[in-house]
């Protein structure tokens, strides 16, 4: 692996946040998947979670796959099972949502966990999901349109959560805060893709890396990955 594209990849990594993410409910159209995604990787997020209509999961997988080899997502069944597992980790769930007790989104405090939900381009926002976040939040509008699209909703509103993180600081970290097997996997994945794909393919562990970004296995590893 190239070792300047080795250090950017650790420095990528962190900055992560993995405390900050997104829940997209029932968000079905591939361009705005894609579009999300990109701007969680720009801003930081190591994961986003999504709840997919069943007969569109396979085009939405396949169209973000470009964007999603740097942010991870996680799929649900129901939007009850998403939020259980965001509030099983601390998060604060938002959703976007105008309503009388909604509060701009920019008076929130972006530096505690926090998790937002965003609402399908058809249907908006589920009842379900409304009755589980702990706040709805608006993006204050003037104009005729009362809604924006939801890729754009989503880029505000991690702009703004990045603006507060980075000055308290979040993002310059000496180390970062995924697991140590999480960064692992990723640097291996990321910086050997041609490698990682054969060694899952054969069901063989991934080899740890040396400071320069190059593999560390044995004869029996290298034996096997070359095996028919």
């Given amino acids: 692996m190239n070792a300047e594209r080795y250090a950017r990849i650790q420095e990528v990594l962190k900055a992560r946040q993995p405390d900050l993410t997104l829940c997209l409910e029932q968000v079905h159209k591939p361009n705005n998947v894609s579009a999300v995604i990109r701007t969680a990787d720009a801003t930081g997020l190591h994961k986003i979670h999504a709840v997919w209509p069943d007969d569109q999961m396979r085009t939405l997988s396949h169209t973000s796959a470009g964007a999603r080899n740097w942010v991870e997502v996680e799929t649900h069944d129901s939007i009850e099972d998403a939020v259980a597992t965001l509030k099983s980790e601390g998060m604060q769930v938002l959703i976007t949502n105008l309503s009388d007790t909604a509060v701009d989104f920019r008076e929130i405090d ?65 180390t970062s805060l995924l697991p140590p097997e999480t960064i692992e996997r990723i640097l291996f994945e990321r910086g050997h893709p041609v490698l990682a794909k054969v060694a899952k393919r054969k069901g063989l562990p991934f080899p740890h890396l040396d400071e320069q970004g190059e593999i560390v296995a044995d004869d029996k590893w290298w034996k096997a990955m070359q095996s028919k």
């Fill in 110 to 174: 972006y530096t505690k966990p926090t998790a937002i939900i965003l609402g399908s381009e058809k249907t908006g926002i589920s009842k379900q999901a409304l009755d589980l976040a702990d706040q709805d939040i608006v993006i204050p509008m003037v104009g005729m349109v009362q809604s924006l699209n939801v890729s754009v909703a989503s880029a505000l509103i991690l702009y703004e959560a990045q603006r507060q993180r980075q000055a308290a600081g979040m993002y310059e970290r000496d």
